[in-house]
């Protein structure tokens, strides 16, 4: 069987595709990262909201809710922070998942002239083959 003309630009599409798939894995994973980080933020904001009603009950001095306060606050921009920080993520992700069904069709297109090739070679010894056997019968 003859080699595949275009065996080589198939090897570098896969070795593409693989990294592309490697670049998207890491980018998914910074963006869970950023998810654990937004929830790690939101449970505490809610432990403190909590922690806020019980001492409300309790009594609870001014210095205390200035603090609490300020907790609060900086909680928020934290978490405003970080959303704006996973919305990028999401767009890097989008991003890294384009790119790599991008390779993907690429590597398919060749992958797809290969199959032909090789039927159409597939075929041409089929056909020989036959003129072979009717020429010896």
């Given amino acids: 069987m003859p080699r595949f003309r275009l065996e080589t630009a198939l090897h570098v599409r896969e070795r593409l595709e693989m990294l592309y798939q490697k670049a998207l894995a890491e980018q998914v994973k910074v963006e869970q990262q950023y998810r654990d980080k937004k929830q790690l933020m939101e449970e505490t904001l809610n432990h403190h ?4 009603d019980d001492a409300k009950t309790q009594g609870v001095t001014i210095n205390q809710l200035l603090m609490g306060d300020r907790f609060q ?5 934290q978490l405003e922070l970080t959303q704006d920080q996973l919305n990028e ?5 989008e991003l890294k998942r384009h790119e ?9 297109v060749l992958e797809i002239l290969k199959e ?9 010894t089929e056909r020989l083959e036959r003129l072979e056997v009717d020429e010896i019968a």
């Fill in 49 to 52: 909201h909590k922690d806020l």
């Fill in 73 to 77: 606050e900086r909680i928020e921009r």
């Fill in 89 to 93: 993520q999401l767009d890097i992700v």
């Fill in 100 to 108: 790599l069904t991008v390779a993907t069709q690429k590597k398919r």
């Fill in 116 to 124: 032909k090739e090789i039927k159409k070679f597939r075929d041409e």
